[in-house]
């Protein structure tokens, strides 16, 4: 009697054991669908027919087409700027860069533009428990008018969500060109203290310019980036000091990888969101050595090849780690592309040599109110949970914020007042998008896209930007496109279409008078 006992006793405890086990696995599961880690990876001036997989011939990029294999590829992706600082503010705000004064093409030392107590993505991440780290390039400002490089800095990424941060503070042809560590300035020297400026005129009379000193340079400019040398690159603004600190170019992206990896592989075990803010193919390009000649289309080519290999070697960390199943990786760009920015690379050459055309079948590029200017590669990959796929849906950058929050359930409240929730068409369930894509150009003129129209309001600027050749889709006559047959905006329909045309002109004033359109 007593040994029937005992064996019910031990069946009853294995089975509660078993029970026990089941629902700690369950949980866990449903833990890992909801919270998976997320991995951005912004490239800067990547065009929309840069990608093998988008039609881009005379470089490959077998390791971001290879993301397509648990992956959709968005066909009417969109950032919410033809330059990079607006667009950066709207993916970490989920706000237009309109709404904010101060998004423009920051010099080295601008202050930072996001506000301490403003929502950002990062943010709605840390809501849910999660671990964040930018790496890469930053481009929003750093302290509060009160800049030293010498000191611990005010107001850096990690006062806006970042745990961690590990970046250069504006772009890599701007000083200063030094690493900065979370609110430090990596390597430096207390005896050789960094002084920047941007003033018209260098302020320092001991260091070599490219006026001054052509002959230093191992890289000519075409326009602009005539000031301090730093590596033998012209850069623009000027810098003092700091020798021991600032980064040689070709290392670059090699040491944005390993710090990417190395956050990884600090936080693995909880759920991470990583903003990997890629460098390329942004000028100056100066890949590491062994990429040199690689792509057959000069140095842009090159340093898209490097970012693809950073690409595949971030994934292959991933998969040695058994993250694959449970992270979220998103490949995009800031904005569209440009080949000569400033720099005598051969970029404009070799590309017509090869029929490389960066922004595929698009009108105009960086700066313009074409779509080639904000219309970006955007690919969402996650294993085992995305069906591949093509999606013609319109997306926004601006909508990861709202998208993410509804993921992890994190309450927006009054934060990103443009974002809206396209996590079902992040992930390939469904293919309805937004009713609009709004974006502007670098002289902040708008375009509007509803549907199948496109519409860019009448506007006195220049056709062309003087310096990159880029047409900026400006006209005193208002302009409409058809892009179900006109992806290339050829033909402008505006006066066939006038009453498309009124309500996409009112649509536009609406929108800048309104304080959210959430």
């Known amino acids: 009697m007593l040994?029937?006992?005992?064996?019910?006793?031990k069946r009853r405890i294995k089975e509660m054991k078993k029970k026990i086990r089941d629902e700690y696995l369950k949980k866990w599961r449903v833990s890992i669908v909801n919270r998976p880690n997320v991995i951005l990876l912004l490239a800067d001036d990547l065009g929309y027919g840069d990608l093998s997989c988008y039609g881009g011939v005379g470089v490959e990029t077998p390791n971001i087409d290879a993301l397509l294999e648990h992956g959709v590829q968005f066909c009417d992706g969109y950032s919410t700027s033809a330059v990079c600082t607006p667009a950066r503010y709207s993916i970490l705000t989920g706000e237009y860069p309109f709404r904010n004064p101060n998004t423009r093409i920051l010099p080295g030392n601008a202050p930072c533009i996001i506000e301490k107590e403003k929502g950002t993505l990062p943010k709605i991440f840390k809501k849910a428990g999660y671990r964040t780290a930018v790496v890469g390039k930053w481009h929003l400002g750093?302290?509060?008018?009160?800049?030293?490089?010498?000191?611990?800095?005010?107001?850096?990424?990690?006062?806006?969500?970042?745990?961690?941060?590990?970046?250069?503070?504006?772009t890599n042809d701007r000083v200063p060109c030094v690493y900065l560590k979370n609110r430090l300035v990596e390597n430096l020297d207390a005896t050789d203290p960094i002084e920047v400026s941007y003033e018209k005129e260098c302020p320092f009379d001991d260091i070599v310019t490219s006026k001054k000193n052509p002959e230093l340079l191992r890289m000519l400019h075409s326009h602009g980036h005539d000031n301090s040398i730093v590596n033998g690159v012209g850069r623009i603004g000027f810098m003092r000091g700091g020798k021991k600190a600032v980064w040689r170019d070709e290392d670059l992206a090699e040491r944005f990888l390993e710090e990417a990896k190395g956050f990884i592989a600090e936080e693995k075990e909880k759920p991470f969101f990583l903003y990997y803010a890629l460098h390329q193919p942004h000028v100056p390009r100066v890949p590491n050595e062994r990429f040199v000649g690689v792509s057959g289309l000069g140095p842009r080519g090159d340093v898209i090849a490097e970012m693809d290999y950073c690409v595949g070697e971030l994934m292959a960390y991933l998969k040695q780690e058994n993250l694959l199943e449970n992270t979220i990786v998103i490949f995009s760009s800031d904005n569209g592309p440009v080949l000569d920015d400033g720099y005598m690379d051969d970029a404009v050459r070799q590309n017509r040599m090869a029929f490389h055309h960066p922004a595929?079948?698009?009108?105009g590029g960086k700066y313009s109110r074409f779509e080639g200017g904000a219309r970006v590669p955007m690919i969402v990959s996650w294993k085992s949970h995305i069906t591949p796929s093509k999606s013609h849906a319109l997306v926004s950058q601006v909508d990861f914020a709202a998208s993410f929050a509804k993921m992890l359930h994190v309450d927006l409240e009054d934060w990103a007042v443009d974002s809206q929730d396209m996590l079902d068409v992040l992930l390939g369930k469904t293919v309805k998008g937004r009713t609009e894509i709004f974006a502007e150009s670098e002289d902040k003129g708008y375009f509007l896209r509803q549907g199948k129209w496109t519409y860019l309001p009448a506007s006195d600027g220049p056709e062309y930007e003087l310096y990159t050749n880029t047409e900026l889709g400006n006209s005193r006559d208002p302009q409409l496109y058809n892009m179900e047959y006109d992806v290339g905006q050829r033909e402008n329909v505006a006066q066939i279409h006038p009453d498309v045309t009124e309500k996409m002109e009112q649509r536009i004033k609406e929108i800048e008078k309104s304080s959210k359109t959430r």
Do not use: M, Q
């Open 142 to 170: 750093l302290g509060n008018n009160d800049l030293d490089w010498n000191k611990e800095i005010s107001h850096t990424p990690n006062d806006v969500g970042f745990d961690y941060s590990y970046i250069f503070p504006a």
């Open 360 to 363: 595929g079948p698009l009108r």
């Open 3 to 9: 040994k029937d006992v005992i064996v019910k006793s």
